[in-house]
């Protein structure tokens, strides 16, 4: 094969796959097909699944396509497909990409209006297919035991310096009592001219 067949990016279903990658590989990148089902596309169509996806032909691309948008024209068996029974139409269909998300969407509208049980569920952000809840599917915040009250801690009083120890440094001079009951100024400090008049 010559360099001008290969392209670096095939168009599937509006979805860019790098040519590099595996035909097997590079198909599950569409959502709504797995593995095992672009397996069954590839033995269906007799491609080689190991081939690069670059290297895949237009009217491969198109057939591939083709199979994609309707799986029971090459009889793929029901129970393949994931879209069975739709409530609408009634028939068995394999929805891709953007479909799925605006099915299951509607689905769930649905069952909102129609007031059921599963509705009421997806309505309060539960959980809808019996799981149980009591340890899982919380949300908002923790929740805990609250603590009755904090505690504080221990208030340590200042020790008082023993009668005639010195104080400590730092700390400032004691003042001392006379024999009369006036207390005395410490030593250095000087009198106001308001206490010495009072003398």
Same mark, same amino acid.
């Given at each position: 094969?010559?360099?001008?067949?290969?392209?670096?990016?095939?168009? +599937?279903?509006?979805?860019?796959? $790098?040519?590099?990658?595996?035909?097997?590989?590079?198909?599950?990148?569409?959502? &709504? +097909?797995?593995?095992?089902? /672009?397996?069954?596309?590839?033995?269906?169509? %007799?491609?080689? $699944?190991? *081939?690069?996806?670059?290297?895949?032909?237009?009217?491969?691309?198109?057939? +591939?396509?083709?199979?994609?948008?309707? $799986?029971?024209a090459v009889n793929f068996p029901s129970w393949f497909l994931n879209r069975r029974k739709?409530?609408?139409?009634?028939?068995?269909? #394999?929805?891709?990409?953007?479909?799925?998300?605006?099915?299951?969407?509607?689905?769930?509208? @649905?069952?909102?209006?129609?007031?059921?049980?599963?509705?009421? @569920? #997806?309505?309060?952000?539960?959980?809808?297919?019996?799981? @149980? *809840?009591?340890?899982?599917? @919380? %949300?908002?915040?923790?929740?805990?035991?609250?603590?009755?009250?904090?505690?504080?801690?221990?208030?340590?009083?200042? =020790?008082?310096?023993?009668?005639? /120890? =010195?104080? =400590?440094?730092?700390?400032?001079? /004691?003042?001392?009592?006379?024999?009369? &009951?006036?207390?005395? =100024?410490?030593?250095?400090?000087?009198?106001? $001219? *308001?206490? *010495?008049?009072?003398?």
């Amino acid at each position: 094969m010559t360099t001008q067949e290969y392209k670096y990016i095939v168009r +599937i279903v509006g979805n860019d796959i $790098p040519g590099e990658r595996k035909i097997r590989i590079g198909l599950t990148q569409i959502r &709504g +097909i797995g593995y095992n089902f /672009a397996n069954a596309i590839l033995d269906s169509l %007799k491609i080689n $699944p190991n *081939t690069n996806v670059g290297y895949l032909s237009d009217s491969e691309v198109q057939s +591939i396509e083709k199979i994609l948008k309707d $799986p029971s024209a090459v009889n793929f068996p029901s129970w393949f497909l994931n879209r069975r029974k739709d409530v609408e139409t009634g028939k068995d269909t #394999h929805l891709i990409t953007s479909d799925i998300a605006f099915t299951v969407r509607k689905d769930v509208e @649905r069952e909102k209006a129609a007031n059921s049980w599963r509705g009421f @569920r #997806h309505t309060f952000g539960l959980k809808v297919r019996g799981q @149980r *809840t009591r340890t899982t599917g @919380r %949300k908002g915040g923790a929740v805990g035991v609250a603590k009755s009250g904090k505690v504080l801690p221990v208030k340590t009083e200042r =020790a008082v310096p023993a009668e005639g /120890a =010195a104080p =400590a440094e730092g700390a400032a001079p /004691a003042e001392e009592a006379t024999a009369d &009951g006036k207390k005395e =100024a410490p030593a250095g400090k000087k009198e106001t $001219p *308001t206490e *010495t008049k009072q003398k």
